[in-house]
Each structure stands twice: as structure tokens, then as C-alpha cells.
């Protein structure tokens, strides 16, 4: 008796840790996600060489732990660290984009980012490119939280559907099909500090 009243109480003990939200009550400044999410700055100057490979898959994690309508998971990402293949497509957007080129910092077509993830959507699901939307900012955010910067990148992309060489190379990448190529994001270790851009706070309006 004693054994199953001992057993019941650790039992009652245990579900009651499990069963309880986190609660935080740090203030914004102590709390590490809105310190993270305050201090993110899109990076367009980096460092040359590409982001270990280890910490990428962590940031990848973390971008397919978003949440995403009806857990469909409806996004492919292929990350891409060739300097090479990042030259070969930096070239044929340098032949339409002649004068990108000349500014002193340039050194690729992904805002000169040596390590970049593409994330391609489901054509035929209406929320995918929410839900892709979603884990690009969990890689974002995650990448940052651990010195790692980057930039989201709509104008690549659009490139390379629209030029019929860089469209070879993003065919090799094997999306499958249905999937088409949404957005882009360079990461990179940062050789910059950008200041914060204004944001409207009148865009948000409290309803009584
Ligand atoms: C969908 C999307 C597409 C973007 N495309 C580009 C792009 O092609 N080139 C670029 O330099 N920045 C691009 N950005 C980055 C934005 O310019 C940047 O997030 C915005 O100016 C706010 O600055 P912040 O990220 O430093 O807060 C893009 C951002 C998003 C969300």
C-alpha cells in the first residue's frame, strides 16, 4: 500500500512538470528569442568562407520544426555551398546585370553570402507558401541566435527561373515536381552590422 501511495504521488509530481506551459517571466531584455529577433539585421557583407556544415543542419531543423498547415510539410529546401556552382550562376546574372558588379563589395549574385538555402514551394497546396515562409524565418532567426547572419532573397530566385541557363542549374537541384523555386537565403558568418530599419507601429492596431 505504502509502495502504490509513494507511486501515485511521484506519478501526480511528474504530470505536473510535464503538463505545465514553460512559464517565462523574464522581461524583453533578459529574454534570449525577443533579444534574438530585435537584434537580427538582414547581412549583405560576410566573411568568405561557407557556414560549417554541422551548424547548417541545425538551422535546417529548426526551419522544418515551423509550424506548417495541417503538418503537411509542404516546402523542399536544397542548401548549397559550391563555390563553384555560386560563381557559375553569379556570372550569368552578372551578364544581365552588368553594373551589380562594379560596386567594390560585391562578390555574388546571393548578396554575397558563400552558403545559401533554396526553399521551393508546393504549387498545388494554397498554404505552402506560408508554411515555407514560416521555417525561412525559423532558419533566420535560429541562424542568428548562433552568430550566423543572413538575408532572404526574393530577386535570385526569380532569376534563376527566368534565365534559361541559371534554370538548368536550379533543374539539377531536383525539386520534385509540383515544386517551384519561392525564395532564396544567403547565410554566412557576418562582416557587417547593419543598423535596424524603422518599422510603422501603426500598422498594428489593438481592437477594442
Ligand atoms: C520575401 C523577401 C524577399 C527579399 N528579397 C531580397 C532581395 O532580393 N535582395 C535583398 O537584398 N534583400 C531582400 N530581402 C530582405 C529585405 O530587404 C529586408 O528584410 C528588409 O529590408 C528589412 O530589413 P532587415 O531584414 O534588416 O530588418 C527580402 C526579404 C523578404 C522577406
Redesign the pocket.
Known amino acids: 500500500m505504502k509502495f502504490f501511495k509513494s507511486l501515485l504521488c511521484t506519478i501526480c509530481v511528474c504530470s505536473l512538470f510535464c503538463c505545465t506551459p514553460i512559464q517565462n517571466n523574464k522581461n524583453d531584455e533578459e529574454n534570449a528569442v525577443i533579444e534574438t529577433i530585435m537584434t537580427?539585421?538582414?547581412v549583405?557583407k560576410y566573411q568568405p568562407q561557407a557556414v560549417n556544415r554541422d551548424t547548417m543542419q541545425v538551422i535546417m531543423e529548426c526551419g522544418i520544426n515551423a509550424p506548417n498547415a495541417i503538418n503537411r510539410q509542404a516546402w523542399e529546401v536544397r542548401v548549397l555551398d559550391n563555390p563553384e556552382t555560386i560563381q557559375r550562376l553569379t556570372e550569368l546574372y552578372v551578364k544581365e546585370n552588368p553594373k551589380e558588379a562594379e560596386n567594390t563589395n560585391f562578390r555574388n549574385m546571393f548578396?554575397n553570402a558563400p552558403t545559401i538555402a533554396f526553399i521551393a514551394n508546393d504549387t498545388t497546396f494554397a498554404y505552402s507558401p506560408v508554411d515555407c515562409g514560416l521555417m525561412a524565418e525559423n532558419m533566420i532567426l535560429s541562424a542568428w541566435s548562433m552568430g550566423i547572419g543572413s538575408?532572404?532573397?526574393?530577386?535570385?530566385a526569380r532569376f534563376m527561373k527566368a534565365n534559361l541557363e541559371a534554370n538548368e542549374i536550379l533543374k539539377q537541384m531536383g525539386f520534385s515536381e509540383n515544386y517551384d523555386l519561392l525564395?532564396c537565403i544567403g547565410f554566412g558568418y557576418p562582416a557587417e552590422t547593419?543598423a535596424?530599419?524603422p518599422r510603422e507601429v501603426t500598422k498594428v492596431k489593438f481592437l477594442d
Open positions: 537580427r539585421r538582414s549583405r548578396r538575408c532572404c532573397l526574393g530577386g535570385p525564395l547593419p535596424a530599419k
